[in-house]
T-cell receptor, first 112, second 114 residues
């Protein structure tokens, strides 16, 4: 158990819909990262937050947004969903810069 | 964009053999990390090597880093069937304005045949 909790584990939704993925980082970790992993692909970095502030942005679509709340949990919002958004979405957390990241078990999103 | 590129993409070996995976990257890094992922599960951190280190060991794992060639290798000795998984390298690098990113390659899929 990494200590990072992601909910829900599975999500099936229709095209055009909006969903929210939730992540609770490890206790004490201030950094939260979001990644997208499509079938047989590597992890695409989406966005990173540190103590509530956005710190780095990767290949995140304009239809996607995220935030980190004062209690350090984070949410990734995906809207106007398309079939190609079907993927595993991972959240990871780390204590400080330059240390290992701990990953949640992911949310498997299926858009039908 | 992918910072690290693992090689080979897939590797199949017999139990007891050693497995070597390589990673190349493009920009200066703070550190390089290796992770393991069992099918469809979350990634698990294996080892971190800082930019001023050349080699690091952890159990049956040995990681080398050559910053002049911007490359790293992960050696798993005496492999076991339970080592079957995908292995990813990740580079920790500055991304501007005090920010940094942990960027992953596409991974090497290792199959260890009993």
């Amino acid at each position: 158990d990494s200590g990072v909790t992601q909910t829900p584990k599975h999500l099936i939704t229709a095209t055009g819909q909006r969903v929210t993925l939730r992540c609770s980082p490890r206790s004490g970790d201030l950094s939260v990262y979001w990644y997208q992993q499509s079938l047989d692909q590597g992890l695409q970095f989406l966005i990173q937050y540190y103590n509530g502030e956005e710190r780095a942005k990767g290949n995140i679509l304009e239809r996607f947004s995220a935030q980190q709340f004062p209690d350090l949990h984070s949410e990734l919002n995906l809207s106007s969903l398309e079939l190609g958004d079907s993927a595993l979405y991972f959240c990871a957390s780390s204590a400080i810069k330059g240390t290992e990241a701990f990953f949640g078990q992911g949310t498997r999103l299926t858009v039908v | 964009s992918q910072q690290g590129e693992e090689d080979p993409q897939a590797l199949s070996i017999q139990e007891g053999e050693n497995a070597t995976m390589n990673c190349s990257y493009k920009t200066s890094i703070n550190n390089l990390q290796w992770y393991r992922q069992n099918s469809g599960r979350g990634l698990v951190h294996l080892i971190l090597i800082r930019s001023n280190e050349r080699e690091k060991h952890s159990g049956r794992l040995r990681v080398t880093l050559d910053t002049s060639k911007k490359s790293s290798s992960l050696l798993i000795t005496a492999s076991r069937a339970a080592d079957t998984a995908s292995y990813f390298c990740a580079t920790d690098a500055e991304s501007g304005a005090g920010s940094y990113q942990l960027t992953f390659g596409k991974g090497t899929k290792l199959s260890v045949i009993p």
